[in-house]
């Protein structure tokens, strides 16, 4: 498991490659809030809006998603716990007042920096107005 990244993966890098030509900054595996020990791979801190990009494996793709051969009960429980974890933390963002994007891995990366460049302008638009 050594091996298994948890930043800076190919999906990761094209998106926060395209995000940034767009003019966007961003931090990159940062916890939106403090207090929650848990990292987004792309955080907008002043307007608020947190990006997963979440592996097909690991966080269970409906459309990829296969279950392993080798120790079935240990590694399905693991995905199904990343699930619980994942929904866990949107909710608890969301009530904090944040916005969160998720993406698949294999999601097209143009689509994926293109909505998250348009949600991130539209909460600047209005956390600024009065």
Not at 67 to 83: E, F, H, I, L, Q
């Amino acid at each position: 498991m050594q091996a298994i990244r948890s930043r800076d993966t190919k999906p990761e890098h094209l998106i926060r490659r395209l995000v940034h030509a767009q003019g966007l900054r961003y931090r990159v595996a940062a916890r939106p809030l403090p207090e929650l020990r848990r990292t987004a791979d792309l955080v907008f801190r002043p307007a608020k809006v947190a990006v997963f990009i979440d592996g097909c494996y690991w966080h269970g793709c409906p459309e990829h998603y296969v279950a392993p051969r080798t120790n079935p009960g240990y590694w399905s429980d693991k995905v199904a716990r990343n699930m619980a974890r994942d929904r866990d933390t949107d909710k608890q963002l969301i009530a904090a007042g944040w916005f969160v994007l998720r993406f698949w891995e294999h999601e097209p990366s143009g689509l994926c920096a293109d909505k998250i460049a348009a949600t991130v302008l539209a909460r600047r638009a209005t956390l600024r107005s009065p």
